[in-house]
């Protein structure tokens, strides 16, 4: 794993880098999280296995940890892990504990991805639990993208 900040970003190592559009970072809350979901928007938390534990998810959310417990990220490996139920052409929605990493991914979604839409949670988990919205259990859904080896 490389630091995420460093040269990966500007090295121009993700061969579709040059070519990515760059699309606006949209910050929501929760009601607007709520209703991008109804309308099948996909949500990806960001966040480490023990905060999912800790706090639960959003229910429906895919589980792909970013950074590791140290900052470090491998963008193109987490880009493929993400693969199967995203599109750089669909909007997505990302979330973490308070909305600070999730800023990050989503720049990077938006500007070295070339995501065309993309929704970052401000408060993050912390702030929908905070606003008495329920939360699921992460057990299964940490079961599945581990036999799937997309967490």
Same mark, same amino acid.
């Given at each position: 794993?490389? /630091?995420?900040?460093? /040269?990966?970003?500007?090295?121009?190592?993700?061969?579709?880098? *040059?070519?990515?559009?760059?699309?606006?970072?949209?910050?929501?809350?929760?009601?607007?999280?709520?209703?991008?979901?109804?309308?099948?928007?996909? &949500?990806?938390?960001?966040?480490?296995?023990?905060?999912?534990?800790?706090?639960?998810?959003?229910?429906?959310?895919?589980?792909?940890?970013?950074? @590791?417990?140290?900052?470090?990220? @491998?963008p193109?490996?987490?880009?493929?892990?993400?693969?199967?139920?995203?599109?750089? @052409?669909q909007?997505?929605?990302?979330?973490?504990?308070?909305?600070?990493?999730?800023?990050?991914?989503?720049?990077?979604?938006?500007?070295?991805?070339?995501?065309?839409?993309?929704?970052?949670?401000?408060?993050?988990?912390?702030?929908?639990?905070?606003?008495?919205?329920? &939360?699921?259990?992460?057990?299964?859904?940490?079961?599945?993208?581990? *036999?799937?080896?997309?967490c």
């Amino acid at each position: 794993m490389r /630091p995420f900040f460093a /040269p990966l970003l500007l090295s121009g190592s993700l061969a579709f880098a *040059s070519l990515a559009t760059h699309a606006e970072v949209i910050d929501i809350d929760n009601a607007e999280l709520a209703q991008l979901m109804q309308q099948g928007v996909p &949500v990806i938390d960001i966040r480490l296995q023990a905060e999912w534990e800790e706090t639960g998810i959003v229910a429906g959310s895919k589980l792909n940890t970013f950074f @590791d417990e140290r900052g470090y990220a @491998d963008p193109a490996a987490w880009l493929e892990k993400i693969k199967p139920y995203t599109k750089a @052409d669909q909007p997505v929605i990302v979330i973490c504990r308070t909305g600070n990493r999730t800023r990050a991914v989503s720049r990077f979604l938006s500007q070295q991805a070339g995501y065309a839409t993309v929704y970052n949670v401000k408060a993050g988990i912390k702030g929908w639990i905070q606003d008495n919205l329920p &939360v699921a259990p992460a057990t299964p859904e940490i079961a599945a993208c581990r *036999s799937a080896g997309t967490c």
